[in-house]
């Protein structure tokens, strides 16, 4: 396998478990939203006011592509990388996909506090992250290898399951460090 790549809603804990994988194989950890906020030195929020979502969504494809190109990355995408088709097939052809699943009262509780995505910033957060677990659910499932529910684990047992995983599938998987 050529990479890593988490995708799941947001709070479901890619960039954490991301990082710690990266860590235990030796490999690059990237974000793709903060990879996007690097090179344009705005934030997804000011990007989202400014360009839109189908603008932002743009960005979001071309940063996967340039991401996923290489091998030895552990990826953690935004949570709404999997709305287009062309991205779903780029990360299935790229990598090794796990979706972090999160229920809507776990997602809820690790983002009420947050201010920095633009798509709870508006209505009810409950109802809205509703509505995208019924609208993503079934992308993420259709574009994952493996699917593996976050619950109240700690990242460390989640890393560990999902290398574990992975070691079942790859013989030539490097050992933990």
Same mark, same amino acid.
């Not at 690059?28 to 996007?36: C, K, L, N, Q, V």
């Given at each position: ?11 479901? +804990?890619?960039?954490?478990?991301? !990082?710690? =994988? ?18 344009? +030195?705005?934030?997804? @929020? ?10 932002? !969504? ?5 940063? $996967?592509?340039? =991401?996923?190109? +290489? ?6 995408? +935004? ?8 991205? !779903? ?6 990598? #090794?996909?796990?979706? =972090? ?5 776990? *997602? ?6 947050? &201010?920095?995505? @633009?798509? =709870? *910033?508006?209505?009810?957060? !409950?109802? &809205?992250?509703?509505? $995208? ?21 700690? @990242? ?9 995983? #992975? ?6 998987? @490097?050992?933990?460090?």
């Amino acid at each position: 396998m050529r990479n890593i790549i988490l995708i799941g809603p947001m709070g479901a +804990g890619k960039t954490t478990i991301g !990082r710690l =994988l990266a860590n235990r194989l030796g490999w690059t950890f990237a974000d793709s939203d903060r990879e996007i906020e690097k090179r344009t +030195g705005a934030s997804i @929020p000011l990007i989202f006011e400014i360009e839109g979502e189908s603008g932002f !969504r743009q960005r979001e494809h071309d940063m $996967l592509a340039e =991401l996923t190109a +290489g091998k030895g990355v552990v990826l953690a995408t +935004g949570g709404g990388a999997v709305l287009r088709p062309e991205n !779903r097939q780029l990360l299935r052809d790229n990598g #090794w996909v796990v979706y =972090l699943y999160t229920p809507v009262e776990r *997602q809820f509780e690790r983002t009420q506090h947050d &201010t920095q995505r @633009p798509l =709870l *910033q508006k209505g009810d957060r !409950r109802a &809205t992250l509703e509505r $995208l677990m019924t609208e993503r659910d079934p992308l993420y499932r259709e574009t994952a290898h493996l699917v593996i529910e976050t619950g109240g684990q700690a @990242p460390r047992t989640m890393a560990d399951r999902i290398l574990a995983a #992975w070691r079942q599938l790859d013989g030539n998987a @490097p050992e933990r460090r």
